[in-house]
T-cell receptor, first 115, second 114 residues
Framework: DAGVIQSPRHEVTEMGQEVTLRCKPISGHNSLFWYRQTMMRGLELLIYFNNNVPIDDSGMPEDRFSAKMPNASFSTLKIQPSEPRDSAVYFC?????????????FGPGTRLTVL | AQSVTQLDSHVSVSEGTPVLLRCNYSSSYSPSLFWYVQHPNKGLQLLLKYTSAATLVKGINGFEAEFKKSETSFHLTKPSAHMSDAAEYFCVVSDKAAGNKLTFGGGTRVLVKP
C-alpha cells in the first residue's frame, strides 16, 4: 500500500495568495483528517470527514480555511488569502473505521511557508 | 474534556540505556491511548495503542507502554535505546466524548548519545 499521499511536499507562497493542499487517503479508509503542526501550538486537528462528509470543523482557524472531500480518494485544504501565520506543516491522516480505537495513518506532510 | 500532558519536553539518553517517556492523561470516559513517533521531516508513525484490553501494550521497535488507570498514566519505555530512536514522540488520547478525535500531547524530543 502506498500510504497516505500528500502534495505538494513543500510550498512557498506570498501573503495574499491562494494555497491548495492535496491528500489521497489509503484506499478503503473511510475517515480523513487534516492537522496543522507548529512549534507554538503543536499538533491541532483542523477538520475531519467520515464517508466524505465533514463531521467536525471546529478546529478550522477562520473563514480563510476551507476543506473539501469530493470523493473517497481525494481531499483538499485551501487557504485564501494566505497569511504568514499560516506557515506550518499540514498533515493529512486516514483511518479505516470511524471508531476511536482504530489507527490513524499519517501522510508525510506539506511544509507551507507564507512570506 | 480529554487532555494529555507529556512531562518532559526533551529526554537525553546514551545508546544502550533504557528510555522512559512519561505521559499523563485526563479523560471522562474509558480512553484509547496511543504513542506516535515522528522522525525529522517525516509524518507520524504509530508505535502502539491501548484500547481497553491488556494494560501492558507492546509496540514496534521494542517499545512498550503500561496503562495505569489509578495514576492516569501511559508511560512509554524501551529497555535499550538505539541511535535510530532519536525522534519526537507524541502521547495521544481519544474517547467517545470527544467524538473520535485525537488530542495530542506537546511531544518529547529524544536525543540518543553514542
Amino acid at each position: 500500500d502506498a500510504g497516505v499521499i500528500q502534495s505538494p511536499r513543500h510550498e512557498v507562497t506570498e501573503m495574499g495568495q491562494e494555497v491548495t493542499l492535496r491528500c489521497k487517503p489509503i484506499s478503503g479508509h473511510n475517515s480523513l483528517f487534516w492537522y496543522r503542526q507548529t512549534m507554538m501550538r503543536g499538533l491541532e486537528l483542523l477538520i475531519y470527514f467520515n464517508n466524505n462528509v465533514p463531521i467536525d470543523d471546529s478546529g478550522m482557524p477562520e473563514d480563510r480555511f476551507s476543506a473539501k472531500m469530493p470523493n473517497a480518494s481525494f481531499s483538499t485544504l485551501k487557504i485564501q488569502p494566505s497569511e504568514p501565520r499560516d506557515s506550518a506543516v499540514y498533515f493529512c491522516a486516514s483511518r479505516r473505521l470511524a471508531v476511536v480505537t482504530d489507527t490513524q495513518y499519517f501522510g508525510p506532510g506539506t511544509r507551507l511557508t507564507v512570506l | 474534556a480529554q487532555s494529555v500532558t507529556q512531562l518532559d519536553s526533551h529526554v537525553s539518553v546514551s545508546e544502550g540505556t533504557p528510555v522512559l517517556l512519561r505521559c499523563n492523561y485526563s479523560s471522562s470516559y474509558s480512553p484509547s491511548l496511543f504513542w506516535y513517533v515522528q522522525h525529522p521531516n517525516k509524518g507520524l508513525q504509530l508505535l502502539l495503542k491501548y484500547t481497553s484490553a491488556a494494560t501492558l501494550v507492546k509496540g514496534i521497535n521494542g517499545f512498550e507502554a503500561e496503562f495505569k488507570k489509578s495514576e492516569t498514566s501511559f508511560h512509554l519505555t524501551k529497555p535499550s535505546a538505539h541511535m535510530s530512536d532519536a525522534a519526537e514522540y507524541f502521547c495521544v488520547v481519544s474517547d467517545k466524548a470527544a467524538g473520535n478525535k485525537l488530542t495530542f500531547g506537546g511531544g518529547t524530543r529524544v536525543l540518543v548519545k553514542p
